[in-house]
């Protein structure tokens, strides 16, 4: 009774955890759903008299293989959302179409077997003394060869990702020197006015004054300058507005 | 319940199967890949536990090594390929070279 309930309520989450992966635009929602999925998956391996397997599911699925996604996201551009433009026509339709074909012809063949109860684990693991003694009774002796050819698959694998993620730098480190010089040798030796008036504004957005009461386009960050100009947000001054104009357009022209 | 089970990972595999068909983030396929991975490693030990043999389980954890060694190869292809054309879509990487 109890493995009825806990399968229908893991099957009803995954299920719905699996077409939330399909469905979601975000890729970082995708990822949660599939570690939905993964945890559900290790509950059921557990209820399956299967611990072992469902410890590792938890350390190597969502503890691993999800950081791992999680990282790539990062790398690659959380925002990365995909594109609804179908390159081939109809696509999208004949592959739930497919789909479903398949998962109905999947369940048809499982519907047409007639299962005897399940024999159970007792048996094949109390002559071992556990789930894990059997476990690694048949890994060290039968399956000795399969075992080694894992972990030089893993060392492989460890390898191609240092060498694939590997990138060489085209020319070599600036050094301190090689800064202290281009500083010196650029136009401004010294670092940069600060921005804002500090007697009516103490905003980041807001450009200097230099002493002779000129404006300082030269004080205002580039970026935050390009969302003022986009979103409207000029002072009133016109010398300012200006100012951050000109270093909108200093940074456009430098690009 | 074998038959609730293996109706499940049936389930759980052609939804990914679907997903894999339809997705154009690189990322998201891959993902995809590891939700069947995952439901054939359901089935295996369902059938592990109906016939009262280890072997299955065996196998699903062969299974989890190779997924893993595989993840961690395909993202890093992932992230070079991003690092030439600024871009994870599938549709962009149609071309193996340039």
């Known amino acids: ?255 | 319940m074998t038959t609730h089970y293996l109706v499940l990972s049936a389930l759980l595999f052609a939804i990914g199967a679907v997903g894999v068909l339809v997705r154009r983030n690189a990322i998201v396929i891959f993902m995809c890949v590891e939700l069947m991975l995952n439901a054939c490693n359901l089935a295996f030990v369902t059938f592990a536990r109906q016939h009262g043999n280890l072997d299955g389980q065996l196998i699903a954890f062969f299974v989890m090594v190779v997924a893993a060694a595989e993840v961690v190869v395909g993202l890093a292809i992932i992230v070079t390929i991003f690092r030439t054309r600024r871009s994870a879509s599938v549709d962009d990487a149609n071309l193996l070279k340039y």
């Open chain 1, 1 to 255: 009774m109890g493995e009825t309930i806990t399968f229908w309520v893991l099957a009803v989450v995954s299920v719905a955890a699996a077409l939330g992966l399909v469905l979601s635009r975000k890729a970082v929602y995708c990822a949660l759903m599939l570690g939905v999925v993964m945890g559900s998956l290790a509950v059921l391996y557990a209820v399956q008299e299967a611990p072992f397997l469902a410890a590792v599911q938890i350390i190597v699925y969502t503890g691993a293989v999800m950081m791992l996604f999680l990282f790539v996201l990062m790398l690659v551009g959380v925002d990365s959302t995909d594109s609804l433009v179908e390159t081939i026509k109809g696509q999208r339709f004949w592959a739930i179409v497919a789909g479903l074909g398949f998962a109905a012809l999947l369940a048809l063949a499982i519907g047409n077997v007639a299962f005897v109860r399940p024999t159970g684990l007792g048996g094949a693991t109390s002559q071992y003394g556990g789930n894990v003694q059997g476990l690694a009774q048949l890994i060290f002796t039968r399956h000795v060869f399969a075992f080694e050819v894992a972990s030089a698959l893993l060392i492989t694998a460890a390898l191609a990702a240092m060498v694939l993620a590997h990138r060489e730098r085209a020319k070599a480190k600036p050094t301190q020197k090689d800064l202290a010089r281009a500083r010196f040798a650029g136009p401004h030796p010294t670092p940069l006015p600060g921005p804002g008036v500090y007697a009516r504004h103490n905003a980041n957005d807001m450009p200097a004054l230099l002493p002779d009461g000129t404006v300082s386009e030269l004080s205002v960050n580039r970026i935050i300058a390009r969302h003022d100009v986009q979103e409207g947000r000029l002072p009133e001054d016109p010398r300012l507005a200006e100012a951050i104009r000109q270093a909108v357009e200093v940074e456009e022209e430098s690009k």
